[in-house]
């Protein structure tokens, strides 16, 4: 089974740039998040789709961040403009999201975020 | 509300040592409890799970216990090995999260595992 895919593995940007990252969940999975990780934390929530259509995005800095999830499967990550606290790996994960014992979630590798 | 508190890193041990990462969790009742594993320059990937009181999850030599009267699912390994070190996380899914089935995350712990 492919696990979730992300690109890029790594991307350095100037502050005040724009950045998309993209991700591909695993096939058949409902839910989908996407996390911030800044070095030497545990994960930050940013938002989370079921299928397209968003669950919770409490956490998600909208003026310069945003996210979609067109048909319900692949996302992308928008960052505009960048600020040198950006810096961090981006995760998404991905669940079933069908009923209560299926919320164990499978991550990406990450994108690696630097901003300059 | 709901939140995970892991023990604080990080810990050092050398190889074939006991591990034990403590892990406890406030929650309404009876979330499903996972850890999570973070190798280095790598995302996470799940380790174990236990869903229900007294449900014992087990992967790769590491077991926990879903333990309702003292609200624990400490992290256990009886022979650590150097490819170990990695950052563990704690995490729990709410009972009645609905549709929103957020991960709620411990801050992590550290292990560096010495030959």
């Known amino acids: 089974e492919a696990g979730v895919a992300q690109s890029p593995r790594y991307k350095i940007i100037e502050k005040r740039q724009s950045v998309a990252f993209w991700c591909n969940p695993i096939?058949?999975?409902?839910?989908l998040y996407w996390y911030q990780q800044i070095l030497g934390q545990g994960p930050k929530l940013l938002i989370q789709f079921q299928n397209n259509g968003v669950v919770d995005d409490s956490q998600l800095p909208k003026d310069r961040f945003s996210a979609e999830r067109l048909k319900g499967v692949d996302s992308t990550l928008k960052i505009q403009p960048a600020k040198l606290e950006d810096s961090a790996v981006y995760l998404c994960a991905s669940s079933l999201g069908v009923g209560y014992l299926n919320t164990e979630a499978f991550f990406g590798q990450g994108t690696r975020l630097t901003v300059v | 509300g709901n939140s995970v508190t892991q023990m604080e890193g990080p810990v050092t041990l050398s190889e074939e040592a006991f591990l034990t990462i403590n892990c406890t969790y406030t929650?309404?009742?009876?979330?499903?409890l996972f850890w999570y594993v973070q190798y280095p320059g790598e995302g996470l990937q799940l380790l174990l799970k236990?869903?229900?009181a007294d449900d014992k999850g087990s992967n790769k030599g590491f077991e926990a216990t879903y333990r309702k009267e003292t609200t624990s699912f400490h992290l256990e390994k009886g022979s650590v090995q150097v490819s170990d070190s990695a950052v563990y996380f704690c995490?729990?899914?709410?009972?009645?999260?609905?549709?929103?089935?957020?991960?709620?995350w411990g801050l992590g712990t550290s292990l560096a595992v010495n030959p």
């Open positions: 929650a309404t009742g009876y979330p499903s």
């Open positions: 995490a729990l899914t709410p009972l009645n999260a609905g549709n929103n089935r957020k991960l709620i």
């Open positions: 236990a869903t229900k």
């Open positions: 096939s058949g999975h409902a839910t």
